[in-house]
């Protein structure tokens, strides 16, 4: 049986994978793992979510579940990911519940927990957590039964949050901000003006339907033209839930998660932030990024896919930054997951410090093509286990000869394989990386 939290908490589409009654028998059963019951005090759950209109049915659910076991629920409405697991952390929960499908679309829903101070779940956790389910319990009666409340102030507590470490104002900086109709869309554009930014906001128009539709960090083209429209300094992209951070130039190019990284090490390097001189990334990061590391003297540690192993190996290693290709950026410093809002307040911060451009500061690395092919349709759980394909991935690694390399690896969160091949010309990873889809569709067909 297949296992049901994938990298990033249980996702589906809303009403058909993720329904009302498994987000009820979740919620009781990470109630039973998570909550710390003590003599006089009942457990304390925050709860929040982003704007889909399924966060409202799925959001009751979870919240019945948890009042259910006797667990209290202060519910804090729509924010994003990484301010759900600061407020856990800020009221001393003893877990926190996000609702969320981060940059899927809209029909899709997730629901991912946390630990007391806002922590990600080890994989054991979660383990535990799914092996509760269907397991018969004692529902809380009378007086033992949870109290529900909301809270008003969550985005006021969360913008104070990412404002108290920011190391430079953002004084004389124009920026454009996509909030991708989701969690950000009151909280970024807030934070950016505050810390002096003059702001234009585009996607932060959410309605329950529209989230990641045609905006936010996975569909860049109207935030490159909004900059350009108006002669903004630079561009910020954020997803659904707001744990991810990408960024466009002012003349309309992109800024990946990997020059995002390579920026914010050697400003951290240069201030003595940067914890061991490391920076720990996935293994879908650019070799681009290696390299320029190596040269400004930062040491580079690979993780699985996932900021949720990034963030493990970070605080197994003490290390202050890590991240990953696609914008999720750990501040462990400040933060205790990705966060957009951060991430984007900090690389700000890096131009109007060094009063550069971001062209300018993204030549710190010179990105390696790279090309990644998506393959749907195929048994992704089969991937490690075919020969076939092991042998042409053997033959695409003889070919590159040590100037690229080959990743093949099944979604956490998708039906799908991605396939990744960098290598010093953009064509022959092109052609690469086709001939290594092709196979998989064989193989795993």
Do not use: W
């Amino acid at each position: 049986m297949a296992r049901l939290f994938g990298t990033d908490g249980v996702r589906g589409v809303a009403g058909r994978d993720l329904t009302a009654s498994l987000a009820l028998e979740l919620s009781i059963a990470a109630a039973r793992v998570l909550a710390e019951r003590t003599e006089g005090r009942r457990p304390l759950a925050v709860v929040g979510r982003d704007p889909r209109a399924s966060g409202e049915f799925l959001e009751a659910a979870v919240v019945a579940g948890l009042a259910s076991t006797g667990v209290d629920v202060v519910r804090v409405g729509v924010l994003p990911t990484p301010a759900v697991a600061f407020l856990t952390g800020e009221l001393d929960a003893d877990f926190g519940v996000m609702l969320s499908a981060s940059h899927n679309p809209a029909p899709d829903n997730g629901i991912k927990f946390f630990a007391r101070g806002g922590q990600k779940l080890e994989d054991a956790l979660e383990d535990e957590i799914e092996g509760m389910l269907g397991v018969p319990s004692t529902p809380a009666v009378g007086d033992e039964v949870g109290r529900v409340t909301d809270a008003t102030d969550g985005v006021e507590r969360y913008v104070d949050h990412v404002l108290a470490s920011l190391p430079h104002p953002l004084d004389g900086l124009k920026v454009v901000v996509d909030c991708a109709n989701g969690a950000s869309s009151a909280v970024a554009p807030e934070a950016l003006r505050r810390a002096g930014a003059e702001v234009v906001t585009i996607g932060d128009r959410p309605d329950g339907r529209n989230i990641n539709e045609g905006c936010g960090s996975t569909h860049l083209d109207a935030l490159r033209e909004a900059v350009l429209t108006h002669g903004a300094d630079a561009g910020i992209a954020n997803d659904g839930d707001a744990d991810r951070c990408l960024a466009v130039d002012a003349e309309g190019r992109v800024v990946d998660g990997d020059h995002i990284l390579a920026i914010l090490a050697v400003e951290a390097k240069e201030a003595g932030r940067l914890a061991g001189d490391t920076l720990v990334v996935t293994v879908m990061s650019n070799l681009g990024l290696k390299l320029a590391m190596e040269r400004e003297g930062i040491a580079v540690l690979e993780t699985a896919v996932g900021d949720r192993y990034v963030l493990e190996e970070m605080k197994r290693g003490g290390f202050s930054l890590g991240g990953e290709q696609s914008g999720h950026v750990i501040l462990l410093d400040h933060a205790t997951t990705g966060d957009g809002v951060l991430c984007g307040l900090y690389l700000l911060a890096a131009m109007a410090r060094r009063q550069l451009g971001l062209a300018e500061l993204a030549k710190v690395m010179t990105r390696l093509p790279q090309v990644l092919v998506n393959v749907s349709g195929v048994d992704k759980s089969r991937t490690h286990e075919s020969e076939e394909l092991a042998a042409a991935v053997r033959e695409a690694e003889a070919e590159l000869g040590g100037t690229g390399r080959v990743l093949l690896r099944p979604s956490g969160t998708e039906p799908k394989v991605r396939v990744m091949v960098e290598a010093q010309e953009q064509e022959q990873a092109g052609a690469i990386a086709e001939r290594l889809a092709d196979v998989v569709r064989s193989a795993l067909g």
